[in-house]
């Protein structure tokens, strides 16, 4: 089974970075499909981006598009999600997560299984 | 973007208690098609994939069903531990979207 270990909170000013990494063990990081969610206090989940293996490419939500980045150190089995010009409605918990294939008639789509536990990030003046 | 909306936003229910949650998408999804529980302060568990598929050590309690638009996730008798929230997720295209949860509370 999969084990996912992120990185420790992070407490950031308006405007500042974050850089989010996320390690996996029990399994080799070229074998898997590293995707991101986050979830701000008291709301539901959002996705925010990942690789997408049809594509063989980084997939960003619109939202995120010029302020998030989502890389890999396959040598460090390591996936890290960064995320730049943050605003206090970046603060949440970060959540990177394993997406494994089911494919029909040769197309392939990606649903979540296994989940790190979760990194706070709070943005605040 | 797929809308997904879950119904009821919470429910009441006992242990023991035989508790179905509704979700729909805005347009047809095929069976690509999650669920999750979530309780406070943990990460998200994967449940159900493909609609009807249970991911490895579920119990057999859940289960789900549903193609195209309706969904259901349905659990068989509710247990202490099963107290919690639960969303659908659409991964048919991108940008994959959640619904926005059922709380299951006594």
């Known amino acids: 089974q999969v084990h996912l270990v992120q990185s420790g909170p992070e407490v950031k000013t308006p405007g500042a970075s974050v850089k989010v990494s996320c390690k996996v063990s029990?399994?080799?990081?070229?074998?898997?499909?590293i995707h991101w969610v986050r979830q701000a206090p008291g709301i539901g989940l959002e996705w925010m981006g990942g690789?997408?293996?049809?594509?063989?490419?980084?997939i960003y939500a619109q939202k995120f598009q010029g302020r998030l980045s989502v890389t890999e150190d396959t040598s460090a089995d390591t996936a890290y999600m960064e995320m730049s010009r943050l605003r206090s409605e970046d603060t949440a918990v970060y959540y990177c997560?394993?997406?494994?294939?089911?494919?029909?008639?040769?197309?392939?789509?990606?649903?979540?299984?296994?989940w790190g536990q979760g990194t706070l990030v709070a943005v605040s003046s | 973007d797929i809308q997904m909306t879950q119904s009821p936003s919470s429910l009441s229910a006992s242990v023991g208690d035989r508790v179905t949650i509704t979700c729909r998408a805005s347009?047809?999804?095929?069976?690509?098609l999650a669920w999750f529980q979530q309780t406070p302060g943990k990460a998200p568990k994967s449940l159900i994939y493909?609609?009807?598929n249970l991911q490895t050590g579920v119990p057999s309690r859940f289960s789900g069903s549903g193609s195209g638009t309706d969904f259901t996730l349905t659990i068989s008798s509710l247990q202490p531990e099963d107290f919690s929230t639960y969303y659908c997720?659409?991964?048919?295209?991108?940008?994959?979207?959640f619904g926005q949860g059922t709380k299951v509370d006594i």
């Open positions: 997560a394993t997406a494994s294939d089911v494919c029909r008639r040769g197309v392939c789509r990606y649903y979540f299984d296994y």
């Open positions: 029990r399994y080799s990081l070229t074998a898997l499909t």
């Open positions: 690789f997408d293996p049809e594509h063989d490419k980084i």
């Open positions: 347009q047809d999804i095929s069976n690509y």
């Open positions: 493909s609609a009807s």
């Open positions: 997720q659409q991964f048919y295209s991108f940008p994959w979207t």
